[in-house]
């Protein structure tokens, strides 16, 4: 019996592809190299900055001060963290009807605190959600298992009793590894939805309210 949905963050319940995408392009004009389209930088959001920098700069980052790269990126994002940003479509329905049920929900990201809870007080739909670990909270981060076993804790449920949502590889990784069933959102960042079925979660959804009919 299902008694808690986890979630990811980016690419899973929030779509933050174009405020990360203009953060990156705002460090590549700053540097005089030409900007990214969103077909190339989105598929490389859920993997963090520095993938986001490598798709940017290929070949010539590494002529470049990586971690002067990915401050200049987070600065300019944490001052403009939800221009853009928004829940995809059903999420806010999805979480109605957990709520309606008594699902208890919970994130867990890997983005840092410093990031997360800003941009979560943008976000009307997620205002509410009160057990949120970042990739900083512990000292390990997704696919580590620490983290969302420390949300389970928080949430007063046994692994076993909760769906992880994803949109990554380590997400799933992560899931079965803290014993949790995991769900990739193939509505989110993945790299295709023939990699993402590789990665062989419990659940592959293309739409987030589906996941309702599994509870």
Avoid at 62 to 76: F, G, Q
Avoid at 92 to 101: F, K, M
Avoid at 126 to 153: F, Q, R, Y
Wanted: proline share 5%; hydrophobic share 45%; charged share 20%.
């Amino acid at each position: 019996m299902i008694e808690a949905v986890i979630f990811d963050l980016d690419g899973t319940l929030l779509n933050t592809c174009d405020d990360l995408g203009a953060a990156l392009n705002h460090t590549l004009q700053l540097h005089g190299m030409p900007c990214v389209p969103k077909e190339v930088y989105s598929p490389a959001i859920s993997n963090g900055v520095q993938a986001l920098l490598e798709v940017g700069f290929k070949d010539s980052l590494e002529n470049h001060d990586l971690s002067a790269l990915k401050k200049s990126v987070l600065d300019y994002y944490a001052s403009n963290i939800a221009v853009f940003s928004h829940c995809f479509e059903g999420i806010g329905a999805l979480l109605d009807a957990l709520g309606n049920r008594n699902i208890k929900v919970g994130i867990m990201t890997n983005k840092p605190t410093f990031l997360t809870m800003p941009l979560l007080q943008h976000i009307e739909e997620l205002k509410h959600i009160e057990v949120v670990v970042c990739g900083d909270t512990l000292d390990e981060a997704k696919p580590s298992p620490k983290p969302l076993l420390h949300v389970a804790e928080q949430l007063g449920v046994q692994p076993n009793a909760c769906y992880y949502v994803g949109d990554a590889a380590r997400d799933i990784e992560a899931a079965k590894a803290a014993n949790m069933h995991s769900v990739a959102a193939l509505w989110g960042y993945v790299p295709s939805e023939e990699v993402a079925l590789s990665w062989q979660a419990d659940l592959n959804l293309t739409n987030p309210e589906s996941l309702i009919s599994h509870i």
